[in-house]
């Protein structure tokens, strides 16, 4: 399936590269770089480019592109897939994944990339699985290996690849055994100048870290699991016991690990949890325009905001921002004219208020259209879908 994997940086430079099948040359990454050009972000890099001979898979992950080169037709879903599960083992490898530290565990990688795909196939994606394989890197273990000549592979191979659990690696004892899951939750609105949704949506994911003795066996309930759509499990999730019942049965790696992603379409009600009072209003005479923008709790259900930021666009007739903050502080960028407002935490009792005048380029003519305003925000210990857990254990 996957014959060459290409690591490139920021800049453009190939900086590592893996082959299974056969050599392919670094020539055929010139198709990647036209497409890279054409394209005003990294990010939108299409993300399977054609050649004459080869398809060209790509992911952007930490400031680099992994490049993958399938020369018969694959589902690409499943290489974008693998390549990810790549970039998280580096993640849970190195504790980042950046080109210096790649290069400084230069070896460690290609050990890894051997043990991950067998002939150009996925094998062995697992961390519980690898790290019993292939030992994380630490500075003693390096100093010996240099010494004796030794490698992190291990002499043997785990237990958990060769049965039907191969994500969790067998013989794990505790001496206190718990589990937590994080259910996070980002909402993705459109709201127009009257305060009325447009449109709203939730991305979900649900983390986990599990640290239980032997083979347990978890099942997780949903308060309104009808309310989930596209929803992607962990191999461990028994898929057809999702589908009968709606419940998350699964058998857990060992470790921290992604259970699922779902998704909240509009057709459901999603509950804002702040609203916004904005005027911003530009003057036909004289270079001048007023803002004022008000930001107030609306469905937090006790929970206090934190991380509130407001992010303004502004039209590129706007030179300078004069601007007074009640609470927070306000950044304007000449060069973007990206106007920043960085709240920290709602305070309900004082409703936080910027407000002031913006200075407009002389003879330039009035912005037809205000510009819109995006709001960043986090809350602890909440889940806007309503969508609780219910944990039972076997």
């Known amino acids: 399936m996957i014959h060459s994997l290409f690591l490139i940086n920021h800049s453009g430079d190939i900086f590592l590269e893996k082959h299974w099948k056969s050599v392919i040359s670094r020539s055929v990454c010139d198709y990647f770089f036209e497409a890279k050009e054409k394209a005003a972000e990294p990010e939108n890099v299409a993300p399977v480019l054609q050649t004459p001979h080869h398809y060209l898979i790509t992911i952007y992950r930490g400031k680099l592109f992994f490049l993958s080169v399938v020369q018969t037709e694959a589902p690409p879903l499943f290489v974008i897939e693998f390549l990810h599960r790549v970039a998280d083992i580096f993640q849970d490898y190195f504790g980042e994944c950046s080109e210096s530290v790649i290069k400084d565990n ?15 196939f996925p094998l062995a994606t697992e961390s519980n699985v690898l790290k019993e394989m292939i030992r994380p890197p630490t500075i003693l273990r ?11 592979v291990g002499d043997t191979l785990p ?13 794990v004892k505790y001496t206190n055994n718990e589990a937590y899951f994080d259910v996070i939750e980002e909402i993705d609105a459109i709201v127009d100048k009257s305060g009325t949704t447009v449109c709203a949506e939730i991305q979900g994911v649900i983390e986990a870290c599990v640290r239980l003795t032997g083979m347990p066996d978890l099942t997780l309930s ?29 058998i857990p ?15 459901n009600l999603v509950a804002l ?3 916004v009072k904005q005027s911003i209003s530009f003057f036909d005479s004289g270079p001048c325009g007023r803002l004022d923008i008000t930001v107030g709790p609306k469905q937090t259900m006790g929970k206090t905001v934190e991380a509130l930021m407001v992010t303004i666009h502004m039209p590129k007739a706007v030179l300078s921002a004069n601007l ?17 407002w960085d709240i920290g935490k709602l305070n309900p009792q004082k409703l936080p208020n910027l407000k002031g005048s913006l200075s ?17 925000l986090k809350i602890q210990q909440m889940a806007i879908s309503g969508s609780l857990l219910f944990i039972r254990t076997f």
């Open 273 to 275: 949890p702040v609203y």
């Open 222 to 250: 949903f308060m309104n699991p009808r309310l989930l759509d596209d929803v992607s499990f962990h191999p461990c999730v028994r898929f057809k016991r999702w589908e009968s019942e709606r419940a998350l049965s699964f």
């Open 360 to 376: 407009l380029q002389a003879g330039a003519p009035k912005p037809e259209d205000n510009p819109s305003l995006n709001i960043d």
């Open 142 to 152: 390096s100093v010996v290996n240099t010494l004796t000549g030794g490698s992190n």
């Open 159 to 171: 237990t958990g690849q060769l049965s039907n659990i191969p994500w969790r690696r067998a013989g």
């Open 324 to 340: 007074t903050a009640t609470q927070g502080s306000y950044t304007y960028d000449l060069a973007t004219k990206v106007l920043v």
């Open 253 to 267: 790696p060992d470790g921290n690990f992604t259970l699922m992603n779902y998704h909240v379409s509009s057709q």
């Open 106 to 120: 230069v070896v460690t990688v290609y050990e890894l990339l051997e043990e991950m795909l067998d002939n150009g």
